[in-house]
Every structure is written in structure tokens, then in C-alpha cells.
């Protein structure tokens, strides 16, 4: 059974920074490509980053290109999106996924298990 289990969500103010986790098990996680979403409120879920099977592919959503970095270490089952200079629309909940597929994609469809996310609020 695959699990996601997201952390490092949690209150920052504009301008600031954090990092997200997100652990993987019940797959071998090293053949997959990987990917972060969000969900603000009232809105539909979208697209942040993803990185592929061996992290050296990645691709983000306009809006966060040059503050989000996704990463991931296959040796600890884990990717990462570090998040800086954060604003206020960043605000939503962060779901990371795992692909059934090596390489990197922005499609929902492509992505076969969710974690439950992790609420990022940046206040103004």
C-alpha cells in the first residue's frame, strides 16, 4: 500500500520560507517521478512542481518559478519543495504525489497516489 505523508506546513509571513516534505513508502520510490500540488480555498486543485524518477528533470507552474525548489532523495524515500519568498496567494493546501511514470509531468491525471496535504498560510 503507498503511502504520502506530507509535513512542514504552517503560518509564515510574506517574504518568508519553509519547507515541505513529503515521505513515501509501499512503492520503490526511486522509479517514479514525483510531483507538489496545491488547493486554496474555493479554488480547483493545481499544479506546483514536479522532478522525475532521478531528479534531474523539474518543472514549475509560472507563478512560483525562481521561489519554489522541488527536490527529492531516493536514498530517504523523500522530495521536497522549498519555498521562498512566499506571498500571500500561496495560502492553500499542499498535496505531493507520486506518478506512475519516470518522467517529470504538470498532468493530475498522471499522478495515481495523493498524500492528505500539509495547510501553508502566508500572511500579508
Known amino acids: 500500500q503507498v503511502q504520502l505523508v506530507e509535513s512542514g506546513g504552517g503560518l509564515v509571513q510574506a517574504g518568508g520560507s519553509l519547507r515541505l516534505s513529503c515521505a513515501a513508502s509501499g512503492r520503490t520510490f526511486s522509479s517514479y517521478a514525483m510531483g507538489w500540488f496545491r488547493q486554496a480555498p474555493g479554488k480547483e486543485r493545481e499544479f506546483v512542481a514536479t522532478i522525475n524518477w532521478r531528479g534531474t528533470n523539474t518543472y514549475y507552474t509560472d507563478s512560483v518559478k525562481g521561489r519554489f525548489t522541488i527536490s527529492r532523495d531516493n536514498a530517504e524515500n523523500t522530495v521536497y519543495l522549498q519555498m521562498n519568498s512566499l506571498k500571500p496567494e500561496d495560502t492553500a493546501v499542499y498535496y505531493c504525489?507520486?506518478?506512475?511514470?519516470?518522467?517529470?509531468?504538470?498532468?493530475?491525471?498522471?499522478?495515481?497516489?495523493w498524500g492528505k496535504g500539509t495547510l501553508v498560510t502566508v500572511s500579508s
Open positions: 504525489a507520486t506518478a506512475e511514470k519516470r518522467w517529470a509531468t504538470m498532468l493530475v491525471h498522471e499522478y495515481d497516489y
